[in-house]
């Protein structure tokens, strides 16, 4: 069984841009923790304890455990350091095979990119194991970390691309539970016809990609048994 850590700087992060791949790794058996870095108050709608509320119902129905973790509040989260050993301490705690952060891309909410900054460099500093700050967990490595992208997918191009269409019923109630974020439904349609013409690429109804912070590992390439020559 995999332990997966997916990390969402507001609480509706994971819902809008992994949440479909992550409900595939628990009907596949695995687990999956969902870790949110602020209760999205500086966002025009909705209260930190709504926001709360919402984020706990859409990880029911995702099928995941979920924690928050204080990182100084929305639109303050900051690439430092500290933050980055505070999420090391996280990590090692948990102990996860496989991490799911925001892509580091910069033209985005600065807090998107600076969690997926402080994962990149906490999943680092957890393999150190005499750091002072965190020495009395023992040190962990992950085996991969994956960027997920929250509001900056045209134009870019992902590494790996997933079937989402067996559990579109599932992400589309996930994303939903963040009512106070549907005064606006366009946000959700965006990044739903996103995954509709990633989907039409690669020969399904839904897809999302993910970005991969290392090269994939391969013993054969013959390993790889899907096709996404959809043309
Ligand atoms: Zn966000």
Redesign the pocket.
């Known amino acids: 069984m995999a332990k997966i850590l997916a990390i969402g700087?507001?609480p509706?992060?994971i819902e809008f841009g992994c949440a479909p791949i992550l409900i595939k790794e628990i009907l596949k058996g695995n687990q999956v923790k969902i870790l949110v870095l602020s209760l999205g108050e500086a966002g025009s709608s909705g209260t930190p304890e709504g926001r709360r509320q919402e984020s706990l119902e859409a990880a029911k129905i995702i099928g995941a455990e979920i924690e928050f973790l204080e990182m100084g509040g929305d639109c303050h989260l900051e690439h430092t350091p500290e933050n980055s050993i505070k999420m090391a301490g996280h990590i090692r705690q948990y102990k996860p095979n496989i991490i799911l952060a925001p892509d580091t891309n910069e033209n985005q909410?600065p807090?998107?990119s600076v969690a997926g900054k402080i994962t990149r460099d906490g999943a680092r500093l957890a393999r150190y194991g005499g750091l002072a700050e965190i020495k009395k967990l023992p040190a962990h490595k992950i085996d991969s970390l994956y960027f997920y992208v929250?509001t900056q997918f045209f134009g870019s191009s992902p590494d790996v691309v997933i079937d989402v269409t067996p559990v579109y019923q599932q992400w589309q109630k996930a994303m939903n539970a963040h009512a106070s974020q549907m005064k606006s439904k366009k946000y959700l349609e965006m990044i739903t016809s996103w995954s509709k013409a990633l989907g039409s690429a690669i020969g399904t109804d839904y897809a999302l990609g993910l970005k991969t912070n290392e090269p994939i590992r391969l013993d054969n390439i013959s390993d790889l048994n899907l096709s996404s020559r959809n043309y």
Do not use: F, L, N, V
């Open positions: 700087a507001h509706d992060d909410h807090d998107h929250i």
